[in-house]
T-cell receptor, first 112, second 109 residues
């Protein structure tokens, strides 16, 4: 069966520090991968999606970047965090023949 | 801007009652999906209804879709305390999901 992992689960970082959040998927090949951010009490905002290795599409201009170095690995990064980067970050995958997305447990990021 | 808008923003009911949540959207879609999120957790897919479908059932869930009104509803029958969560609709178009702001459902035992 397919599983999706995210780490870390929680992270507290100072303003200006770098960020690296990792997402990995098991049990499926060539998935579409997604990064979302969820502000407190709000819906999800799509940040990046990827249809293959090295292929990244950005949905909103921001302080973040994404990379997909391997088929089942999706990384969210920042060189210098801003206070506004705080939030709950969710990774999701979608199979080629599905329309539904499967979400990881999320990473709660607090920038101080 | 968000494609889906949910109504109500919060819903509080007693166990055994039915819960109805509504979702409206603005543009053409391929399908509409409902997700559930327990506090501080990831989202779990509940049900998908395609644009050419009008109603779909899954266990205690019933989803309707009216493409002429660009709206959908999620009905949870015979609610349980364990149904307490946030519920989001998401519209799929061109391979991407756009989520609404969600409805917070509280079911009191």
């Amino acid at each position: 069966s397919q599983t999706i992992h995210q780490w870390p689960a929680t992270l507290v970082q100072p303003v200006g520090s770098p960020l690296s959040l990792e997402c990995t998927v098991e049990g499926t090949s060539n998935p579409n991968l997604y990064w979302y951010r969820q502000a407190a009490g709000r819906g999800l905002q799509l940040l990046f999606y990827s249809v293959g290795i090295g292929q990244i599409s950005s949905e909103v201009p921001q302080n973040l970047s994404a990379s997909r170095p391997q088929d089942r690995q999706f990384i969210l990064s920042s060189k210098k965090l801003l206070l506004s980067d705080s939030g709950f970050y969710l990774c999701a995958w979608e199979g080629r023949s599905y329309n539904e997305q499967f979400f990881g447990p999320g990473t709660r990021l607090t920038v101080l | 801007s968000q494609q889906g808008e949910e109504d109500p923003q919060a819903l509080s009911i007693q166990e055994g009652e039915n819960a109805t949540m509504n979702c409206s959207y603005k543009t053409s879609i391929n399908n509409l999906q409902w997700y559930r999120q327990n506090s501080g957790r990831g989202l779990v897919h509940l049900i998908l209804i395609r644009s050419n479908e009008r109603e779909k059932h899954s266990g205690r869930l019933r989803v309707t879709l009216d493409t002429s009104k660009k709206s959908s509803s999620l009905l949870i029958t015979a609610s349980r305390a364990a149904d307490t969560a946030s519920y989001f609709c998401a519209t799929e178009s061109y391979g991407k999901l756009t989520f609404g702001q969600g409805t917070i459902l509280t079911v009191h035992p």
